[in-house]
């Protein structure tokens, strides 16, 4: 189902859009995030980009736990003031993104070579 895949993507787009916004009106820029959500956090963004060009429905799956373990893990009080409503946005943010491209992942609907291995 065609149309159901290219929902997933749309909703996957939709979630990218409202973490850049998040990330753009939050008082708190990114280089002086709190360095224990800053770089759990980056890192899964990483491996979900990584996890979505290769199709890999699997990583995909460990990253949203992965997510679930970096809510969990978080101490709320430590964290810069009012800075747990950006830390909780993108992590859902990010959760969304994963749970709709998983799917889409596990259609495979087209499968497109790396900028680097097209032709010039």
């Known amino acids: 189902d065609f149309a159901a895949v290219l929902q997933r993507i749309e909703h996957a787009v939709a979630e990218t ?3 850049a916004r998040t990330i753009g009106l939050s008082r708190i820029p990114p280089a002086e995030w709190d360095p224990a959500f800053r770089s759990r956090w980056l890192e899964l963004l990483k491996r979900t980009g990584a996890a979505v060009s290769a199709a890999d429905a699997r990583t995909l799956d460990d990253v949203h736990r992965a997510l ?8 709320v009080d430590a964290l810069p003031d009012r800075f747990w409503p950006v830390c909780g946005a993108l992590i859902v943010n990010l959760r969304n993104i994963v749970e709709a491209l998983g799917a889409v992942a596990e259609a495979q609907p087209v499968s497109v070579p790396a900028p ?3 032709p010039a």
């Not at 679930?68 to 101490?75: P, Y």
């Open 17 to 19: 859009r409202s973490m």
């Open 68 to 75: 679930d373990d970096l809510a969990g893990d978080l101490d």
């Open 116 to 118: 680097s291995a097209l």
